[in-house]
């Protein structure tokens, strides 16, 4: 594994053992997630914007959710931050207790995706949260495009954070009668529900199904 | 229900049916959440960080793995997301394709718990993750506490978003056979796993056995 992502903004101070810098294990993390947290700055003042994205290469692409208030901030710098929790660590003391986790920090520029390649962008933002859904849907028309942002910004900077396993509890510590392990999380469990006026030649499509992430 | 949470920098511009600026629909969002990511700025670039957090009253209490990059940020200007994704909304559209999710966005000042306040601190945050574990945990030593830092910050300046039920489709498109609905997530299951080494006399806690979000 190469460290093409680091730099000195993006290298771990704090438990460095848990950085990677390569691009594999970043991806990896951003495929099966699926909403990020975008940071971005106006006045000064940090905001953090929840938003769905997607991934073509090394390129992302942000939902517009975010666009409003960041393309008004006074730089196009941004940080991308994606987060799966994959359980609880708890250890023997507060101190070694943590969660298991893989998370991505990306920084770098957003800019608008130019409008011949919107819609492209916005079919790899649909394919990434629901694989299958973009054909069935009605198509896009131009008031549609028009009215939705989609940004865009290359992964180049970047540090991906994971921690997994059990606690590692100071030594002397494994001699108290504590139960100690981890609590891992299951994908959750996915309900379809129609809405009240679904066509009766509609049938339920095999992407909500089996819908399961990762 | 009150606005007093809401200001010029909090008002949501987009779908502003959509924002709550009550402290209780605050409050119940990060009651049952318990990660957030930390945005902070340092040389005008944004940083996002995620950590766990605890609430006691109008006061967060941020654990110290922001603390490292943040308290050396240029200004303690911080922003506070919390989000949590309640499932997919899958219109006949994309243009109302959508997420069912219940977010809050918190603007203010970061600043470290007092030395004496600390312990208490890091108890709120404990009982936020697992209500119960702390009691059970070896107690912290001096060392412990002198090594961990926990951030507080005033909720006084926040917006919540909120998006819950079925699509709202263009009235000519539910003559379309496309089936149309929620796919509702439910909380994930866990599964405790002990690590190698838990002492005999140990038993399953209550809090791990039954563990459940929400």
Known sequence: MTDELKSSRTELNR??????????????????????HVGFVTNGQPYVIPTI????????????AA??????????????????VDGLVLARSGFHSSMNYRSVVML????LV????????????????????????????????????????DIVEASAKVRSGPPQDDEEDYALPIWAGTVD???????????GRVHSDAVLPEYVKNYRRS
Not at 25 to 33: N, W
Not at 108 to 111: I, L, M, R, T
Not at 119 to 146: C, F, T, Y
């Open 53 to 64: 994205y997607g991934r073509e290469g090394q390129l992302l692409y942000l939902h517009g």
């Open 67 to 84: 666009a409003g208030r960041l393309l008004t901030a006074e730089a196009t710098a941004i940080c991308v931050t994606v987060t799966l």
């Open 114 to 153: 130019d409008p011949g390649r919107k819609e492209q962008a916005m079919k790899v933002i649909s394919d990434h949260v629901l694989a299958g859904r973009w054909e069935d849907l009605r198509p896009a028309n131009q008031m549609e495009l028009d009215q939705t942002s989609v940004l865009q910004m």
């Open 108 to 111: 770098g520029s957003a800019e």
């Open 15 to 36: 438990l460095p053992v848990r950085g990677h810098y390569d691009f594999e294990t970043v991806a990896a993390i951003l495929d099966e997630a699926y909403v990020c």
């Open 185 to 195: 999380f299951q994908s959750p469990a996915a309900l379809a529900r129609p809405d």
